[in-house]
C-alpha cells in the first residue's frame, strides 16, 4: 500500500498553495485582493480561516467531538456576522435557516457524545457511539464550513454567473477534489520506479503489531522464510525493530508469517534505522550474518540469545505453572527443562506434558498448534548451588528457551539430576517438588 499520508512540511506547502487558488479566483471574480469584509468575502475568509486551515493543519486525519463543537460554533458565527434577515428574500431566510438547523444538530450530537461516553449502560453506549460516527462523518470541518461557503454563494453571489462559477471552481478544487492527495500518490509510486534499488532482501511488510512481542508480516511472494530467521522492520510509526521468524499462520493477500519482536537497545534501534533508511516504510527485511555485523556486534549478540528459542508464553500461565505455545519441536521431550526470564532472572520449568490447540489470527485464519506445560523449578543460584524461588511468572508472549544440554556431575549427596543438564537433585528438593530426574 503506497502511503500518502504528508508530512507536517509537506502540509504546509499544500496549505500555500491551496491559498494561492484562492486569492487568483479571488483576483478573477472581483478584480481586486482581497475580497471585502460582509457578505461577498465570507466564502473567501471561511476556506482559509477555517476550511483548508482545519483540513491540512489542525485536525487533518480525523475529527473529535470537541472538533465538530468548535466548528459548528465557529461557523455559526460566521453566518450572523453577516446576517442580513430583514433585507433577505424568503429564499436567503429558508436556507440560513436549513445551515443553521444542520448546525445545531451537529451541535447536539457532539454535546451528546461527550456527555455519553463514560456510560456503562449498553443501549446509552449504543447511542453514544452512533453519534460520535454522526460526529466524525457530518461535523468535520470540511463539511461544516462547505455549507458556509455554499450559503455565502447562494446568497451574495448568485446574480453574478462569474463570481458564482469561480467560487466554485475554488471550492472544488480545495475541497470537493483535493488533488494534494493523488499528486502525492502519483509521486510516491513514480519516485518508486525511480529510486535505486536497495540490495536488501525485503520479504515483505508489517501487517500489526500484536503487543506483546508478536508482530504479524503479510510476505511479498513464494520464498519461504525458515523459522530462527532474523528480520529487520522499518516501522513508521516507532523505532526500528528486531525480529525472529517464528511460522505461518494462514493468508489473505499473502501468507502470513508470525515473528517475534526482540528488545532492542536505543542505540541498537537507531543503527537498524539507519541501516534500513534506504528501505521502504513498513517493509521487513531478511539479513545474513554479515549484515548483523555490519549493522552492529551487539545485535549478532542480542539475537544470538534467542538460538534454543522453542516458545512463547501462553495465556492461562501461573505463578507456579508454565504453559507455552510450542514453535519448535528441536529436542524437546518430557524432563527437558525450559527457561524463561522473569524480571532480570532467567527461571527454569520441567517439561511436564503437552497438548493441541488452535486459535484464531488476522481476519479469522484458523490454525492449530502445540502447547506444553511444565512446572517452575527456580532460578539457579551458582554460588550456593541450589535454586532460588522466583515468586512471580513471567509476561505473556516472553520467549520459552530450551536449557543446553550438559553433562551430568556425580554427586554423592544428590538422588539424581535433571535430563540432560548438570544440576543435581537433593533428597530435599526430591521431597518436595518431585521433579523428573535420571539416577546419579
Known amino acids: ?35 471585502t469584509l460582509g457578505g461577498k468575502g465570507l466564502w473567501f475568509y471561511t476556506g482559509i480561516a477555517s476550511l483548508i486551515l ?29 446576517n442580513e434577515w430583514q433585507s433577505w428574500e424568503r429564499s436567503d431566510r429558508l436556507v440560513f435557516a436549513v445551515v443553521n438547523t444542520y448546525f445545531a444538530f451537529v451541535t447536539v450530537a457532539a454535546i451528546g457524545t461527550m456527555i455519553l461516553k463514560d456510560s456503562e449502560r449498553g443501549r446509552v453506549q449504543q447511542l453514544g457511539n452512533t453519534l460520535r460516527i454522526l460526529c466524525e462523518e457530518i461535523g ?14 447562494f446568497t451574495f453571489h448568485r446574480s453574478s454567473a462569474k463570481e458564482t462559477l469561480v467560487i466554485m471552481l475554488a471550492w472544488t478544487i480545495t475541497v470537493a477534489l483535493k488533488p494534494d492527495a493523488t499528486i502525492l500518490k502519483f509521486w510516491h509510486r513514480v519516485s518508486g520506479i525511480w529510486r535505486p534499488q536497495s540490495p536488501m532482501n525485503v520479504i515483505g511488510s508489517l501487517v500489526a503489531c500484536q503487543t506483546p512481542r508478536l508482530m504479524l508480516i503479510r510476505s511479498n511472494g513464494n520464498d519461504s522464510v525458515k523459522f530462527g530467521t532474523p528480520l529487520l522492520v522499518k516501522d513508521p510509526h516507532e523505532f526500528a525493530k528486531c525480529g525472529l521468524a517464528l511460522d505461518y499462520v494462514g493468508r489473505d493477500e499473502g501468507l502470513l508469517l508470525r515473528a517475534m519482536d526482540l528488545i532492542l537497545t536505543e542505540d541498537i534501534s537507531k543503527l537498524v534505522s539507519t541501516f534500513l533508511r534506504s528501505a521502504p516504510d513498513s517493509s521487513v527485511v531478511r539479513i545474513t550474518n554479515s549484515d548483523m555485523s555490519l549493522v552492529s556486534p551487539a545485535l549478532v549478540e542480542v539475537i544470538g540469545r534467542e538460538k534454543n528459542l522453542v516458545g512463547l508464553v501462553a495465556p492461562d500461565t501461573s505463578i507456579e505453572r508454565l504453559y507455552f505455545e510450542i514453535v519448535s519441536q528441536s ?14 532472572s532467567e527461571v527454569l520449568y520441567q517439561i511436564i506434558g503437552g497438548l493441541t490447540k488452535e486459535d484464531i489470527v488476522d481476519r479469522k485464519n484458523t490454525f492449530g498448534y502445540a502447547r506444553g506445560e511444565a512446572r517452575k523449578i527456580g532460578a539457579w543460584d551458582v554460588e550456593k548451588g541450589i535454586f532460588r524461588r522466583i515468586p512471580w511468572l513471567p509476561l505473556p508472549n516472553a520467549p520459552v528457551r530450551l536449557k543446553a544440554k550438559e553433562k551430568a556431575k556425580p554427586d554423592l549427596a544428590a538422588v539424581g539430576h535433571f535430563p540432560e543438564t548438570s544440576f543435581n537433585v537433593g533428597i530435599e528438593a526430591s521431597i518436595i517438588s518431585l521433579p523428573i530426574t535420571q539416577p546419579s
Open 54 to 82: 482545519g483540513n491540512l493543519l489542525t485536525t487533518p486525519f480525523y475529527t473529535t467531538p470537541k472538533d465538530t463543537l468548535a466548528n459548528a460554533f465557529l461557523a455559526g458565527i460566521a453566518l450572523y456576522a453577516v
Open 1 to 35: 500500500m503506497v502511503k500518502t499520508d504528508p508530512k507536517q512540511s509537506t502540509r504546509v506547502i499544500i496549505l500555500v498553495l491551496y491559498i494561492g487558488v484562492l486569492v487568483g479566483a479571488s483576483l478573477l471574480a472581483f478584480g481586486h485582493l482581497p475580497p
Open 140 to 153: 468535520n470541518q470540511r463539511i461544516v464550513f462547505s455549507a458556509v461557503i455554499l450559503f455565502s454563494v
Open 331 to 344: 529436542d524437546l521431550v518430557e524432563g527437558r527443562l525450559v527457561g524463561v526470564n522473569i524480571g532480570t
